[in-house]
């Protein structure tokens, strides 16, 4: 059973940064597209960037150019960097696979974007 875990969650300001990690009990360049989603309270889930194992990417609109996927071989884990944060990115975000049956969803990390 593969596992998700996602950390690096927080309270920030408006126009402040974080740094997701997510890290698989699988190794996660043998997955064709992986990808972070959010879910804010009240709303569904929401596919938020994805990045192919040959390490192309992709945003939603309402994230492009604030955010960015990236991977770390030797670490195995997922990475989104968070720039220019606004209050609507607050949600509950969780990395998964994409457009294959997903993996059973990690417990995500808590985003906070208040002043």
Do not use: H
Request: charged residues 20%; hydrophobic residues 35%.
């Amino acid at each position: 059973q593969v596992q998700l875990v996602e950390s690096g969650g927080g309270l920030v300001q408006p126009g402040g940064s974080l740094r997701l990690s997510c890290a698989a009990s699988v190794n996660i360049f043998s997955i064709n597209v992986m990808g972070w989603y959010r879910q804010a309270p009240g709303k569904k889930r929401e596919l938020v960037a994805i990045i192919t194992s040959v390490g192309s990417t992709n945003y939603a609109d309402s994230v492009k150019g604030r955010f960015t996927i990236f991977t770390d071989e030797r670490k195995n884990a997922v990475y989104l960097q968070m720039r220019r944060l606004k209050p609507e990115d607050s949600a509950v975000y969780y990395c998964n696979r994409v457009g294959e049956t997903q993996y059973n969803w990690g417990q995500g990390t808590q985003v906070t974007v208040s002043s």
